[in-house]
């Protein structure tokens, strides 16, 4: 079975430019999650989305993030405009019952120059 | 405000010896505390987790010891192996609903020197 899959695995842009980040849970799993992590800092969470409907979205930064889940299947993370303390690698996590154990993806990189 | 703290931030043990990681929280509502290992290029893993109605959870090498009244929790590696060299991240969630993320500490480097 295939796992968390996380698309593009790195990104450079430059400041100001937009970047669609992707993420496909496990089948069947109706929780997804996004965390991000700047560099030696703690993984922080983004949002939480129960098959399309966000859940929990205290986590994000500020209006320049834009999370949808079409269909409560992949999820897309939009960056637009971004800025340099944007960069970072953005997890994408799923589970099959709320609250319960998360499968990470590998992770998108985002460079922002 | 950092709501749990992780020490140290990178260990060197020896093969075969015990590694211990440390966290302290600060909010009473958590009420769960995975532990996560993550490998370079990869994504964290579950390792083991533990509720604060016990004060231990063995799970084969790996131990989880809970302190309540301290707000403290850490993680034991025995016999640690050159394999278990990763990041690992101590994490808690909160009880109730609408809080589902969770809070990770910063993560310690662990290095198993063969």
């Known amino acids: 079975e295939a796992g968390v899959t996380q698309f593009p695995s790195h990104s450079v842009i430059e400041k100001g430019q937009t970047v669609t980040l992707r993420c496909d849970p496990i089948?069947?799993?109706?929780?997804l999650y996004w965390y991000r992590r700047v560099m030696g800092k703690e993984i922080k969470f983004l949002l939480h989305?129960?098959?399309?409907?966000?859940?929990?979205e205290s986590g994000m930064p500020n209006n320049r993030f834009l999370a949808e889940r079409t269909g409560g299947t992949y999820s897309t993370l939009k960056v637009q405009p971004a800025e340099l303390e944007d960069s970072g690698v953005y997890f994408c996590?799923?589970?099959?019952?709320?609250?319960?154990?998360?499968?990470f993806g590998e992770g998108s990189r985002l460079t922002v120059l | 405000q950092q709501q749990v703290k992780q020490s140290p931030q990178s260990l060197i043990v020896q093969k075969g010896g015990i590694s211990i990681i440390n966290c302290a929280y600060e909010n009473t509502a958590f009420d769960y505390f995975p532990w996560y290992q993550q490998f370079p290029g990869k994504g964290p893993a579950l390792l083991i987790a533990?509720?604060?109605?016990?004060s231990e959870k063995k799970e084969g090498r790996f131990t989880i010891s809970f302190n309540k009244s301290a707000k403290q929790f850490s993680l034991h590696i025995m016999d640690s192996q050159p394999g278990d060299s990763a990041t690992y991240f101590c994490?808690?969630?909160?009880?109730?609903?609408?809080?589902?993320?969770?809070?990770f500490g910063k993560g310690t480097h662990l290095i198993i020197q063969p």
């Open positions: 089948s069947g799993h109706d929780n």
């Open positions: 996590a799923s589970s099959q019952v709320r609250r319960g154990e998360l499968f």
């Open positions: 994490a808690a969630l909160r009880r109730g609903g609408g809080a589902d993320g969770l809070t």
């Open positions: 989305f129960v098959k399309e409907s966000k859940q929990d």
């Open positions: 533990i509720r604060p109605d016990v």
